[in-house]
């Protein structure tokens, strides 16, 4: 008897370990991090660290609702640019934009952040992951020297940050935000 209810266990684990798979291919993108949203405190105070002013054009690689861009066109009236592969995000992103009237400074793309090019960003903003924010280093290289770059929580494994600034949110929990500049200096 134990015998069989441990293979029923196995053979449903099994299918929902393929069903969770499917599904994934199945929507047709790769996901390397989840969604979880930067509180409004930190979004702004990443905005104060990148010193965004109204010229520049400002980055978020995995935009989520697309929060961050938002506010540096409603605060600064910069340029922004989302990205995130999720098309549910993307969506939610568009109507963000579309309800805070910023569309004239704000694109939504639907991408993948390794994909996306940097040349013309004067900063990035990220909440990913540590392995993440090593791999998108050879397109942050290729941003314009002097241009701003700030993760939410994580750091840049090998690269040294100039400011790790805390931020108290109504959670209540502090939570660190690194700033960068390019070039980027190695630790
Ligand atoms: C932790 S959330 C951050 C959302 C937003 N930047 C914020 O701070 O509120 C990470 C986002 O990255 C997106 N993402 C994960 N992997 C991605 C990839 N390879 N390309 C584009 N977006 C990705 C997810 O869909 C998710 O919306």
Redesign the pocket.
């Known amino acids: 008897m134990k015998r069989w209810i441990f293979i029923a266990g196995t053979v449903v684990a099994i299918a929902g370990l393929l069903c969770a798979l499917f599904m994934q291919l199945g929507s047709g993108f790769?996901?390397?991090?989840?969604?979880?949203?930067?509180p409004p405190e930190v979004?702004d105070k990443m905005l104060e660290l990148a010193q965004v002013k109204k010229a520049d054009l400002v980055y978020?690689?995995?935009?989520?609702?697309g929060?961050?861009v938002v506010a540096a066109a409603k605060k600064f009236g910069c340029r922004a640019v989302g990205?995130?592969?999720?098309p549910m995000?993307v969506k939610e992103a568009r109507a963000l934009v579309e309800k805070n009237e910023v569309a004239d400074l704000v694109r939504i793309e639907q991408?993948?952040?390794?994909s996306v090019e940097l040349g013309d960003a004067d900063v990035v903003?990220?909440?990913?992951l540590p392995n993440?924010n090593r791999r998108l280093i050879p397109q942050l290289e290729k941003m314009k020297p002097g241009s701003r770059i700030v993760s939410?929580c994580w750091h840049m494994p090998g690269i040294k940050p100039r400011t790790v600034a805390k931020v108290m949110t109504s959670e209540p929990r502090e939570r660190e935000i690194y700033f960068w500049t390019t070039p980027l200096e190695a630790e």
């Open positions: 790769h996901r390397d991090v989840d969604y979880v949203p930067t979004v978020d690689l995995g935009c989520g609702d929060r961050i990205v995130d592969v999720d995000r991408a993948d952040i390794f903003t990220l909440y990913l993440l939410h």
